[in-house]
């Protein structure tokens, strides 16, 4: 019955992630909508509808499409490494750290200077959490060390960006950096699709090709290095796979919560918990769920757009609330 | 003859972009016309930006201000809100400014980036105007804008007026300036390097804040402003309720205690966030406190501090 169900799963996710992604082109502030875009198609649009719809929508749609599936991936791939139903992709620290990064492009002032100045800082600042998150886990394959040595990072990081906060001399400067952590994708231009899009793609691939260790370690570390699996080297594709692709995502967009956590709990169940088909699924929910939230934010705001972060968070905590509630109950 | 020199400039430029940048992309090609059309008075401005709505409003003709940002009617922050009634407003979204298709659009330099660039990427006529610190600062923004509309005279004019009404102030200097302090909710505080300093000395007072080495702002403990004991305390408008823990100071029974020995000011907010000649209107305001500090000063016989 469920190997019945799982094609069907995936046409499903495929489905709604594309007319997700239709509905990120087509809504924004403007008039221009679903009419528009078939002039734009059969080549009649006029020039400032081109625009808007290629140069505007187009690379937000993308990138929500691309982060989404950056972080239901990097939740589906911890959650099943670490095998910790707590795990999100900001929990090796990569996160913080890109924020920390592309704030101090802010605090500096470099970010004035080129568009990419903040997401290459904020690559940066994820890579080199990755040098620090593999010397604190050292060549130990416990995965307490890995969680332990990501909350380091994490907290470092924090506490470095408040003291960037706390020390900005120009309230203008504060300002700009507490909006840029809420999260947003409002703006963002093809630049940044083609400076994000290389990291996400290589990290995307050494996590999918995880899947079959996942599997085997649900068995047990121990199973798992006896069928063949060096637990070290997992690690280390996983912790660079997810600081490449969240640490690019982040980048990009700041920090979008919730995503990475909730969709792998949302689907674990129609892929009949089995990590390796997880992580696709995950990732085309994640990437759906992310545009979805996109599209709200600009149907949402009357004004002054809301900022993605924290629609995904108001709509995620009250979910993952109920979905803490049903397991409940059906636990003994 | 000078529009025939106007248009020979704008096929010049035309042609030197051309030349200069030969990809074919539609995006450049709009970008190479409109940067050119710019050579041309500006006729639909674009302000995304607070300090530049207030420039703008003042330096150009309304007809020809499109869209000023929403935050230029609001009169608690905004020194020429009443101005701005009438005026379409936007909200820093690229999408709605394009389908404005300004030829000029004015930003600050910590406007939300990823749309300047975005909209410098789309070819459009983005001017970032920085944060005014100084009067030097107010003056070449104002000349920096007014060249942007083609308005030079009437920006010279503006800075003309300006100087001669800064200088009356300056004037009216008294040997031992008062020392005054900058403390508003959170306890926060202003020092040197900022606008408020700025005026604050133009007035002829000594800012606390910068003597103890305070750049831009920063936060002032109740303890050091009870022992450095300032002669006047500047204290923004009220924007948090009443018990908040952004007021705790000064409800504060040291507070409340210190406030009785020293002389409180509440400032109009708007006249001091952004660099424009309004900002002499705050000048004048505390040049009549000190007046009036220095007549209370002597009816007392109270030697000054």
Redesign the interface.
């Known amino acids: 019955m469920i190997k019945m169900a799982r094609p069907g799963l995936f046409s499903i996710l495929f489905i709604s992630t594309l007319l997700a992604f239709l509905g990120s082109v087509v809504v924004?502030?403007?008039?221009?909508g679903g009419r528009e875009l078939l002039t734009v198609l059969s080549g009649t649009a006029d020039?400032?509808t081109?625009?808007?719809l290629l140069?505007?929508?187009l690379p937000r749609a993308l990138l929500g499409l691309m982060i989404g599936m950056t972080l239901g991936l990097g939740g589906a791939v911890l959650q099943g490494f670490l095998r910790n139903p707590l795990a999100e992709p900001g929990l090796i620290g990569v996160t913080s750290a890109a924020s920390l990064g592309a704030v101090l492009t802010?605090y500096s002032g470099l970010?004035?200077l080129?568009?990419l100045a903040?997401p290459i800082g904020g690559i940066t600042g994820a890579l080199l959490a990755v040098l620090l998150i593999q010397l604190l886990a050292g060549n130990n394959s416990s995965t307490l060390r890995l969680i332990l040595a990501g909350v380091a990072v994490t907290s470092f990081a924090s506490a470095l960006t408040s003291l960037v906060l706390n020390l900005?001399?120009?309230?203008?400067?504060a300002?700009?950096i507490m909006?840029w952590l809420m999260g947003s994708l409002?703006?963002?231009?093809f630049?940044?699709v083609w400076l994000s899009a290389p990291f996400m793609l290589l990290g995307w691939c050494l996590l999918l090709l995880q899947g079959k260790a996942l599997d085997a370690l649900t068995l047990g570390e121990e199973a798992a290095q006896s069928l063949g699996f060096n637990l070290n080297h997992i690690r280390s594709y996983i912790v660079i796979g997810i600081a490449l692709s969240v640490g690019a995502a982040t980048a990009v967009a700041g920090a979008i919560g919730f995503i990475g956590l909730v969709v792998p709990h949302l689907l674990r169940r129609w892929v009949a918990h089995k990590p390796s088909s997880l992580l696709l699924a995950s990732g085309l929910g994640g990437a759906c769920l992310t545009l979805l939230a996109d599209i709200a934010v600009r149907i949402l705001s009357t004004?002054?757009?809301l900022k993605l972060g924290v629609v995904t968070a108001l709509i995620g905590a009250p979910f993952f609330l109920l979905l803490i509630m049903k397991t409940q109950k059906e636990l003994p | 003859m000078p529009a025939f020199f106007q248009w020979l400039d704008g096929v010049l430029c035309v042609a030197k972009k051309v030349v200069v940048q030969c990809s074919p992309s539609?995006?450049v090609l709009?970008g190479v016309l409109l940067s050119c059309t710019a050579q041309a008075k500006p006729q639909k401005v674009v302000s995304i930006n607070l300090c530049t709505d207030q420039l703008l409003l003042l330096l150009a003709d309304k007809p020809v201000i499109q869209s000023l940002s929403?935050l230029a009617s609001r009169d608690d922050i905004s020194a020429l809100a009443h101005e701005a009634v009438g005026i379409r407003k936007n909200?820093?979204?690229?999408?709605?400014i394009?389908?404005m298709?300004p030829d000029l659009i004015l930003a600050?330099?910590?406007t939300?980036?990823?749309?300047v660039?975005?909209l410098k990427?789309?070819g459009f006529n983005v001017i970032?105007v920085p944060?005014a610190r100084s009067f030097a600062d107010i003056r070449h923004n104002i000349a920096m804008i007014a060249k942007a509309l083609h308005e030079e005279q009437r920006g010279e004019q503006l800075i003309q007026a300006f100087d001669t009404r800064l200088a009356l102030a300056l004037a009216t200097q008294v040997p031992q300036p008062p020392v005054a302090v900058f403390y508003r909710e959170n306890s926060y505080t202003t020092g040197g390097?900022t606008l408020a300093h700025t005026i604050l000395e133009a007035a002829g007072f000594r800012n606390l804040a910068a003597e103890m080495g305070i750049?831009?702002?920063?936060h002032l403990p109740l303890e050091a402003l009870i022992t450095q004991h300032p002669d006047i305390i500047i204290s923004g408008r009220k924007r948090s309720p009443h018990g908040s823990v952004a007021t705790a100071a000064f409800q504060h029974p040291a507070f409340q205690a210190f406030k009785t020995q020293t002389t409180m000011v509440t400032i109009s907010d708007p006249l001091w966030i952004c660099g424009t000649p309004l900002v002499l209107d705050a000048v004048e305001n505390l040049l009549k406190v000190r007046l009036q500090l220095a007549a209370a000063q002597q009816t007392t016989g109270q030697p000054t501090p």
């Open positions: 924004g502030s403007s008039y221009v020039q400032t081109r625009l808007i140069e505007i929508r802010i970010s004035a080129f568009a903040l900005a001399s120009n309230p203008f400067i300002l700009e909006f409002a703006d963002r231009s630049e940044h004004g002054t757009e | 539609y995006l709009i929403y909200h820093g979204l690229a999408e709605e394009m389908l298709q600050g330099t910590f939300s980036r990823p749309t660039f975005l990427r789309l970032e944060v390097d750049s831009g702002s920063g």
